[in-house]
């Protein structure tokens, strides 16, 4: 855990104090705008009333408590999870409900998941080029050029030839971000992409995470890393019981948070 | 011995067919079986009930009775023309597709579900996160299973000898008019089937280690 955690009353705290968030690079334009949606699994009501605009450039934190419906809430961006109702639009173009319309609209946004999911039976090289030559229709040698280039970016380009089983946990989650890259994507989603790794391996992934942060790309992170939200967020979303709770800048949520839920949740990071 | 090598144009001519069967019925088979297994789990309704209804319902049928039905029933529905050969390859492959879904239904459930995941999400549709991510995987789970049900089917054959079929499970036929002793006749088909079902296990092995590094 990084030291800069919530102060909760501390006084002292200047809500402007640490590192000034990036707001240069939003333009303001919507770009990911999530209205009124609600999720049922059976009987089991995950997202209440959901709604959430994310800007171009920006970068929005979902934190909230296990079961509060935050990676449900991402998942439902690019449709890996369905919702009873509601609408969800990504660059003005409503989600398509199937088929090859939601797989096009699916290569826009890309996706990390907590537990890496780089495919198993191919190479470093081979999980980064795939999108690009068979749903962009690159060549072989660009797609592999752009590759090595993310690759490099990440660290990891030495290690192109190997199988995903070889690598560390949080070498895997940096190849599945360049993976993500690779398409161009518009915006970034991140369901909880630290949670299965070591305190090391942690680190290493977060600095990917804030240098892509710091270029301007729009993304959505679902974390229990406080100290990522403090660095990087533009703007945190609290969620609980499948509701929004909150939702402010990181420096007002995490010293002065308006709501008990979240004073609760974050008073218990604290004491941890 | 000299029953092998006296009648070997016999022993040759039985099983080229044999083998001729075995391959196409085996072609024939995974094409189809992939087919099937697919449909099972395709997100459309539809497939899954007609994967469901078919795998159910040849599986189940003896696969003698489906032998009759190909070499009798089938020059009753007024179709092409079809030899014995091509409707015994027919029948074989359809029963052994069913075999063959299920156990690539079997190896896909290996496949944990965030390949498929990961694959839609960088906009592969269902065809390509099947063939290019799940398939290819669970191939690989199921290689000692997969090569059970085509040595199965390499036995199988023997049976398209009851329809007019010559093949080797008929040499024993053939050879009983020329005035061979049936027993060592017998023996040396089933040694040569050994020898057949062998290569197969090196098929597997092969395999086996081929794919066992790249996990």
Redesign the interface.
């Known amino acids: 855990m990084q030291p800069n955690e919530p102060s909760g009353t501390d006084a002292s705290a200047n809500p402007f104090e640490t590192t000034s968030n990036p707001i240069i690079a939003s333009t303001g334009e919507p770009l990911v705008v999530v209205e009124n949606i609600e999720k049922y699994y059976g009987d089991f009501h995950a997202l209440k009333n959901v709604s959430l605009t994310v800007n171009k450039g920006e970068v929005v934190v979902i934190i909230g408590p296990s079961g509060s419906g935050k990676s449900t809430l991402c998942r439902t961006i690019n449709r890996l999870e369905t919702i009873t109702s509601g609408t969800i639009r990504i660059d003005g173009t409503e989600l398509p409900s199937e088929g090859k319309p939601l797989a096009q609209l699916r290569a826009e946004v890309g996706m990390v998941f907590q537990s890496f999911n780089l495919f198993a039976h191919k190479t470093i090289l081979e999980n980064v080029t795939l999108g690009p030559i068979k749903v962009r229709g690159l060549s072989k040698a660009e797609a592999e050029k752009t590759a090595l280039a993310l690759l490099d970016r990440v660290g990891i380009k030495h290690q192109a030839a190997k199988y995903p089983a070889q690598l560390s946990g949080g070498q895997q989650q940096r190849v599945a971000i360049a993976r993500a890259l690779a398409m161009k994507p518009k915006v970034m989603l991140f369901d909880e992409p630290t949670s299965a790794l070591d305190p090391e391996m942690i680190t290493e992934v977060l600095d990917v995470m804030v240098g892509l942060a710091k270029e301007g790309m729009t993304m959505v992170v679902v974390t229990h890393e406080m100290g990522f939200a403090r660095r990087a967020a533009d703007r945190v979303l609290f969620m609980a019981d499948g509701e929004v709770v909150e939702e402010n800048g990181p420096e007002e949520f995490f010293t002065a948070p308006k709501s008990d839920r979240a004073k609760d949740f974050l008073s218990k990071l604290l004491v941890n | 011995m000299d029953t092998l090598i006296d009648n070997s144009d016999v022993f040759i001519a039985g099983f080229r067919t044999t083998i001729y069967l075995f391959l196409i019925s085996a072609v024939g088979a995974l094409v189809l079986g992939v087919v099937i297994g697919a449909m099972r789990v395709a997100?459309v309704k539809a497939a899954n009930v007609f994967g469901t209804v078919y795998v159910n319902t040849v599986r189940n049928t003896p696969l003698t009775l489906l032998m009759f039905f190909f070499a009798f029933g089938y020059d009753k529905l007024g179709l092409i023309d079809l030899s014995y050969f091509t409707l015994a390859a027919v029948a074989l492959s359809m029963y052994t597709a069913s075999y063959v879904a299920e156990t690539i239904r079997s190896g896909i459930n290996t496949v944990?579900v965030?390949?498929a995941?990961?694959?839609?999400?960088?906009?592969?549709?269902f065809t390509?996160t099947l063939g290019?991510?799940v398939l290819?995987?669970a191939f690989?789970a199921v290689v000692p299973p997969m090569v059970s049900v085509f040595v199965a089917l390499l036995k199988n054959t023997t049976i398209a000898a009851g329809f007019s079929v010559a093949e080797a499970g008929a040499i024993r036929a053939t050879l009983s008019e020329r005035g061979e002793p049936q027993l060592v006749v017998l023996l040396w088909v089933a040694a040569i089937f050994v020898a057949l079902v062998m290569i197969l296990s090196l098929v597997q092995n092969r395999l086996e280690k081929k794919w066992a590094v790249?996990?």
């Open positions: 997100p944990p965030g390949q995941e990961a694959a839609r999400a960088i906009g592969l549709p390509q290019l991510i290819p995987q690989r790249s996990r």
